[in-house]
């Protein structure tokens, strides 16, 4: 069963780091681009960094510099490192992936920066 998890969400104060960590059963992450998306409250979901399957990353502009996007095989996980957090980063984060045509998602991880 393919299946996404993803952990690392919390409390941070602004300017201060988080790391996501999105792990795959079912399948393995490295044959597949993945993604990293954020949804905040009463907005649409947005996406905020793509790894791509040969290795090249698509991070979005407001999020260069401070977003790092990487995978690790041995743990079959693609991580999303996040620095400099400032409030409007405050969201539920998800990971995807698009495989045949279906995509899917993990269940997100709220990520919350107040002082």
């Known amino acids: 069963q393919l299946q996404l998890v993803e952990s690392g969400g919390g409390v941070v104060q602004p300017g201060g780091s988080l790391k996501l960590s999105c792990e795959a059963s079912?399948?393995?992450?490295?044959?597949?681009?993945i993604g990293w998306f954020r949804q905040a409250p009463g907005k649409e979901r947005a996406a905020v960094s793509c790894?791509?399957?040969?290795?090249?990353?698509f991070t979005a502009r407001s999020k260069k510099g401070r977003f790092t996007i990487s995978r690790d095989n041995d743990k079959n996980t693609v991580d999303l490192e996040m620095n400099s957090l400032k409030p409007e980063d405050t969201a539920v984060y998800y990971c995807?992936?698009?495989?045949?045509?279906?995509?899917?998602w993990g269940q997100g991880t709220q990520v919350t920066v107040s002082s």
């Open positions: 995807s992936v698009l495989i045949r045509s279906n995509r899917y």
């Open positions: 079912g399948f393995s992450l490295d044959d597949y681009s």
């Open positions: 790894l791509h399957k040969g290795g090249s990353t």
